[in-house]
């Protein structure tokens, strides 16, 4: 049970990446994460849906087009913390990044989101 609420919250962040319209991304935000939510992202942390809009709002207005943020892995969820993989791809082969997204959830909502942006290179053995 645990997990599928994770997961839905999840797939109601990553649906804000895609909405049909600018205007839909606070919506899709405020059903899936709490108003005081802090967001550690590629350019450091910030607090607050707002801050975390402007985050997606930048990513779908890529200049190589408006991608698609699509979850590529199963949740994993070890008590209060959840980890998914998700790949964001622009259109026309443009540029693909992926990456690992760590959430804590309070309430069914997440409160925290840490993003790490590219793929881990082995280590040299």
Request: charged share 20%; aromatic share 8%; glycine share 8%.
């Amino acid at each position: 049970m645990q997990e599928e609420t994770a997961r839905s919250a999840i797939d109601t962040f990553i649906s804000a990446f895609n909405a049909s319209d600018d205007s839909y991304v606070t919506v899709l935000l405020s059903q899936a994460l709490t108003s005081d939510v802090v967001f550690w992202g590629p350019l450091g942390r910030s607090e607050g849906i707002e801050a975390v809009e402007r985050f997606v709002l930048d990513i779908r207005r890529h200049p190589a087009g408006t991608g698609t943020m699509v979850r590529c892995s199963a949740v994993d969820m070890p008590n209060e913390w959840a980890r998914y993989q998700w790949v964001f791809t622009t259109p026309d082969g443009g540029p693909r990044l992926a990456g690992t997204d760590v959430v804590h959830l309070r309430r069914s909502l997440i409160d925290q989101v840490i993003v790490f942006a590219g793929e881990i290179e082995p280590s040299a053995s």
